[in-house]
Structures are given as structure tokens and as C-alpha cells.
Nanobody, 125 residues
Framework: QVHLVESGGGLVQAGGSLRLSCVGS????????MGWFRQAPGKDRDFVAA????????LHTNSVKGRFTISRDNAKNTLYLQMNTLKPEDTAVYYC??????????????????WGQGTQVTVSS
């Protein structure tokens, strides 16, 4: 089992940047495919980005390509999401998740086994 804790959310103006972190504890962090999802009020939880066990493969949803970057540091048991050029439509609760599948990327929320508690990102116009 792995326990995930996100941090780094907050309030930022449109065009600004934030970096989310997700620290994992428990079983070997590097044996999990990792992902970021987000959920806006009244909407479903949507895929944002995913990364393979070693970090060699990443995938970002089209709406964040070129603005967001997922990365991981297995030595620090930490997953990151660098978010640049933020837009009001990026406002949501952001969740990190860990999947026992791998070693490639995992895109579907149902295939993730562990979730963090979420961190709020609010982008003002």
C-alpha cells in the first residue's frame, strides 16, 4: 500500500504558474505508475497527465499540452506537476494517484489503486 499527500495548490492569476507535489510513503514508489487528475465543481474527475515507473514515458491531455509537465523523482518518492500559463478553466481540485499496473503509463482513473486527498488550484481571471 502507498499513502499519497499532495501539496502546492493555491490561488494564482491567469498566466501564472504553480508546481504541485505528491509525496508517497509505504511500498516502493518506483514500482507505481503515477498520474494527475482534476475535478472541477459539478464535473467528473478528468485525466491530466501520467508517467511511467521510471519517468521515461509521459502523457498529457490535450488541453494542458505545452503548459503542464509531469515528472517524478523516485529517490525522493515524489511526483510533480509543473503548471505554467494557467487559465481560469484549470481551476479544480487536483489529485495524484498511483497504479500497480506498469511499467508504462496508465490513463484511466479506474486503473489507479491509491489516491491522495487532493489540493485546490484556483486561477483567477
Amino acid at each position: 500500500q502507498v499513502h499519497l499527500v499532495e501539496s502546492g495548490g493555491g490561488l494564482v492569476q491567469a498566466g501564472g504558474s504553480l508546481r504541485l507535489s505528491c509525496v508517497g510513503s509505504g511500498r516502493t514508489f518506483g514500482n507505481y505508475a503515477m498520474g494527475w487528475f482534476r475535478q472541477a465543481p459539478g464535473k467528473d474527475r478528468d485525466f491530466v497527465a501520467a508517467i511511467s515507473w521510471t519517468g521515461g514515458v509521459t502523457l498529457h491531455t490535450n488541453s494542458v499540452k505545452g503548459r503542464f509537465t509531469i515528472s517524478r523523482d523516485n529517490a525522493k518518492n515524489t511526483l510533480y506537476l509543473q503548471m505554467n500559463t494557467l487559465k481560469p478553466e484549470d481551476t479544480a481540485v487536483y489529485y495524484c494517484a498511483a497504479s500497480m499496473e506498469g511499467p508504462g503509463v496508465v490513463l484511466t482513473a479506474a486503473r489507479y489503486d491509491y489516491w491522495g486527498q487532493g489540493t485546490q488550484v484556483t486561477v483567477s481571471s
